[in-house]
């Protein structure tokens, strides 16, 4: 089961980076954000893309348990998804965004995926 989640969270991570880095401005829309320069899409690319696919690539590594990385990769990328959550709720308290779509949407999708990788950990 531990597997499993991993894994999941691992495609999440995989999804996301490989439609930030074909279609960075589509990725991004939804916040209300337009990228007008290549630098604001080589930006998202490489926030979105390269490093969710390079998140990607580790947590499937740890779900194969490669050189004993499971326990490390799977609590740093835990915390990291809760300390997004985080940033959102800083945000509703600052700026309170009145759609669910897209930032409470992803408020539960790192909450729920924080709490299943640390508790696969």
Partial sequence: MNT??????????LGMGIFGLIAPATLIKPFGITLASAEA???????????GVAI??????????????????????????AGMAFGRLVGRMADRPARFYPSWFY???ESL????????S
């Avoid at 499993?4 to 991570?13: D, E, N, Q, S």
């Avoid at 899409?41 to 490093?51: L, N």
């Fill in 4 to 13: 499993a989640v991993i894994g999941l969270v691992a495609m999440f991570f």
């Fill in 41 to 51: 899409r080589t930006e998202v690319r490489a926030v979105y893309g390269g490093f």
């Fill in 56 to 81: 990607a690539l580790l947590l499937a590594c740890a779900a194969a348990d490669i050189a004993e990385l499971r326990p490390g990769a799977v609590v740093a990328v835990g915390i990291a998804l």
């Fill in 107 to 109: 408020f539960w999708v």
């Fill in 113 to 120: 995926g924080a709490a299943a990788l640390i508790a696969a």
